[in-house]
């Protein structure tokens, strides 16, 4: 009788935390969204500011600003209102930069807007994670956390479609002047269908014992975990608590400081081994080898399809194989094909499917292990009392490496060419492979207070 009705309750608290999980993960979707949506409007946008390639940059980069400032801040808002209220705000400013992405007369009002919609896009990227990391029993906080990213390919794959309908709509001419203005302007729907939901979600848990709320916590977990194992667990965060200072200095002391390395390393290999450059600006990529404006954006969303779908699969291997098994093979996949899209612009033999084959080859080896394990890794590793800061400070580092990337591509397939700017990412992809193999420890299935436990007895 009494299996029969844990049982029960474990099914019951699986869907309440799987329900509240996608809820936060929604806020990848707009993550996503932000992503692809300036692939489809850069084109259009060159010609209708006349924009050079230092300005094209400018106008995919921008948005990363606004999400620099919204990670760094995101930790310190986070730990101070609670992750929730936080998010709505988010999703309040990912709203305004839509709208005001659209309208714009002038490149700066669109620049202004698209800052705007970083602050949200960094706080999601930041609170979203670490929020579902919070929630979630150990044995599936995996694929619960890797909700996010396949909500941000969800986000990018649904993207190219509402970009290639838009395009499509109109003549080339009405793409210049008004199509790109509905792409961005489409935004306020995943926007405002996140802002209406988290209403409905709980307070983070472990946030909430954190204020001394203990007694408004237990609910939630009770949800989550059951009688026995909620009440466990508030002991065993009160514990992880009063062990820690919560100062941003301890991340730096000799127990703690190879999860700030590990953390930090992974969130900037994430983005220097090129993946934004390919999904920002993939129609301009595939132009490079002949393509069409149409046949480009078709490609665009095959793309976006290998990404969807080599991200299921990466949620449903998390918690079976391990973070650290995903990130090695997909490290050196991507560094091999890579190495192969390098040397086929070289050599000139880009009339073909080969570039197309091993771009959907690197991008599904970078969605089935970089895409959500860093995401994952990033959310679990970082003590109880700082993992807002903590989280905040990598997730940072994220969007700065990405800004140098998305700034920096244009004038750098301009300048070196496409084989020298690919072989530069296949060199950081096998960076990231030897990074992984020597320094990151696997979490899988480990409680939060377990991970800090072990990371405090390895010493960098």
């Known amino acids: 009788m009494s299996t029969n009705y844990h049982n029960e309750d474990q099914q019951v608290s699986m869907k309440f935390v799987t329900l509240v999980s996608m809820v936060a993960a929604l806020g990848g979707l707009l993550f996503g969204f932000d992503t692809?949506?300036?692939?489809?409007?850069?084109?259009?946008?060159?010609?209708?500011?006349?924009?050079?390639?230092?300005?094209?940059?400018?106008?995919?980069?921008?948005?990363?600003?606004?999400?620099?400032?919204?990670?760094?801040?995101?930790?310190?808002?986070?730990?101070?209102?609670?992750?929730?209220?936080?998010?709505?705000?988010?999703?309040?400013?990912?709203?305004?930069?839509?709208?005001?992405?659209?309208?714009?007369?002038?490149?700066?009002?669109?620049?202004?807007?698209?800052?705007?919609?970083?602050?949200?896009?960094?706080?999601?990227?930041?609170?979203?994670?670490?929020?579902?990391?919070?929630?979630?029993?150990?044995?599936?906080?995996?694929?619960?956390?890797?909700?996010?990213?396949?909500?941000?390919?969800?986000?990018?794959?649904?993207?190219?479609?509402?970009?290639?309908?838009?395009?499509?709509?109109?003549?080339?001419?009405?793409?210049?002047?008004?199509?790109?203005?509905?792409?961005?302007?489409?935004?306020?729907?995943?926007?405002?269908?996140?802002?209406?939901?988290?209403?409905?979600?709980?307070?983070?848990?472990?946030?909430?014992?954190?204020?001394?709320?203990?007694?408004?916590?237990?609910?939630?977990?009770?949800?989550?975990?059951?009688?026995?194992l909620a009440k466990q667990e508030v002991l065993d965060i009160k514990k992880s608590f009063a062990q820690e200072s919560g100062s941003i200095r301890q991340l730096f002391s000799p127990t703690l400081r190879i999860a700030l390395i590990v953390g930090v390393g992974l969130a900037i290999l994430q983005q220097v081994t090129g993946i934004n450059a390919v999904m920002y600006y993939a129609p301009e990529i595939f132009k490079e080898t002949g393509a069409g404006t149409n046949a480009a954006l078709v490609q665009t969303i095959l793309v976006g399809l290998i990404n969807f779908l080599f991200t299921i699969l990466a949620i449903w291997l998390i918690d079976k194989v391990g973070r650290k098994v995903l990130l090695l093979v997909g490290s050196a996949s991507m560094a091999l094909s890579l190495a192969v899209i390098g040397a086929a612009f070289h050599m000139g033999h880009t009339s073909g499917p080969l570039v197309l084959i091993f771009i959907l080859i690197y991008v599904a080896s970078f969605a089935i292990s970089l895409g959500p394990v860093v995401w994952v890794i990033m959310s679990e590793i970082f003590p109880n009392r700082i993992r807002g800061k903590a989280t905040a400070i990598a997730a940072m580092a994220l969007w700065a490496a990405d800004y140098i990337v998305s700034q920096t591509f244009p004038p750098m397939l301009a300048s070196a060419g496409p084989a020298i700017t690919f072989w530069i990412f296949g060199f950081m992809s096998v960076i990231t492979f030897l990074f992984t193999w020597r320094l990151v420890p696997e979490t899988k299935g480990k409680s939060l207070e377990e991970i800090e436990s072990l990371l405090s007895s390895t010493k960098a």
């Open 36 to 228: 692809a949506v300036v692939s489809g409007a850069i084109g259009f946008m060159k010609e209708h500011f006349a924009l050079n390639e230092v300005q094209v940059g400018w106008a995919v980069s921008s948005l990363i600003i606004g999400c620099i400032v919204g990670a760094a801040s995101a930790g310190v808002l986070g730990d101070r209102f609670g992750r929730k209220k936080v998010l709505i705000v988010a999703a309040i400013l990912f709203i305004i930069g839509s709208i005001g992405s659209a309208i714009p007369d002038t490149f700066t009002g669109y620049i202004i807007a698209r800052m705007i919609g970083g602050l949200g896009i960094g706080i999601t990227s930041t609170l979203c994670p670490l929020y579902n990391a919070e929630i979630a029993p150990a044995k599936y906080r995996g694929r619960l956390v890797a909700l996010n990213q396949f909500a941000t390919v969800t986000g990018i794959f649904l993207t190219y479609f509402v970009n290639l309908g838009i395009a499509g709509y109109g003549d080339n001419a009405w793409d210049i002047a008004m199509g790109w203005r509905w792409m961005f302007g489409f935004g306020v729907v995943p926007g405002v269908l996140f802002l209406v939901l988290l209403f409905f979600v709980p307070e983070s848990p472990r946030w909430l014992i954190k204020q001394g709320k203990a007694a408004e916590s237990l609910p939630i977990l009770l949800k989550i975990h059951g009688e026995e």
